[in-house]
C-alpha cells in the first residue's frame, strides 16, 4: 500500500513537471526535467524504504533496529504513545542524539506481540523520565 502511495505521488510529481516545464520551454525540455525529477524521486523513495526499520529487538532501556541494508542501530526508547489497540509510536534517541519516531501497526505483528511491545516500551519510557 505505502508503495502504491509512493508510486502515485511520484507520478502526479513527474507530470506536474512536465507540464511546468513544456508550457515555458517546449515539449523537449519537459520530457528531459520529468526523466530527471523520475530519477530523482524514485532514487530517494528506495533509498528511504532501505533505511525503514524491518525487524527489532528489545535490549535494556532501548531498542535495537535493522533496516532492510542489514544495518543494526541502537537507540534508547524516550518515549511512548499508544492509540488504543492500533497503533504504538516510539520515540528513539539514537546514539548520536537524533531523535526518530517508529510506528507500529497492531496487525503488522500478532495480538501478544503488540502486547508485549507495548508494555515494554511504556516501562523503557518511564525508566528515561
Same mark, same amino acid.
Given at each position: 500500500m505505502l508503495r502504491a502511495a509512493t508510486a502515485g505521488f511520484i507520478g502526479? +510529481?513527474?507530470? &506536474?513537471?512536465?507540464?511546468?516545464v513544456a508550457a515555458r520551454s517546449g515539449c523537449f525540455d519537459g520530457?528531459?526535467? +520529468?526523466i530527471v525529477s523520475l530519477s530523482v524521486l524514485s532514487l530517494a523513495a528506495r533509498a528511504w524504504? #532501505? #533505511?525503514?526499520?524491518?525487524a527489532f #529487538?528489545?535490549? &535494556?532501556?532501548? %531498542?535495537? !533496529?535493522?533496516?532492510?541494508?542489514? !544495518? +543494526?542501530?541502537?537507540?534508547?526508547?524516550?518515549?511512548?504513545?499508544?492509540? &488504543?489497540? #492500533? %497503533? %504504538?509510536?516510539l520515540t528513539l534517541l539514537s546514539v548520536d542524539g537524533c531523535e526518530s519516531c517508529v510506528l507500529i501497526a497492531a496487525d503488522a505483528v500478532e495480538r501478544d506481540?503488540?502486547?508485549? %511491545? &507495548?508494555v515494554r516500551s511504556r516501562r523503557g519510557a518511564h525508566a528515561v523520565l
Open positions: 502526479v +510529481a513527474v507530470a &506536474s513537471v512536465f507540464q511546468c520530457v528531459v526535467a +520529468a524504504t #532501505r #533505511r525503514q526499520p524491518v #529487538r528489545f535490549a &535494556s532501556g532501548g %531498542l535495537t !533496529t535493522w533496516n532492510r541494508a542489514g !544495518t +543494526a542501530q541502537y537507540a534508547q526508547i524516550i518515549g511512548c504513545a499508544q492509540w &488504543s489497540d #492500533r %497503533l %504504538l509510536a506481540v503488540f502486547r508485549e %511491545l &507495548s
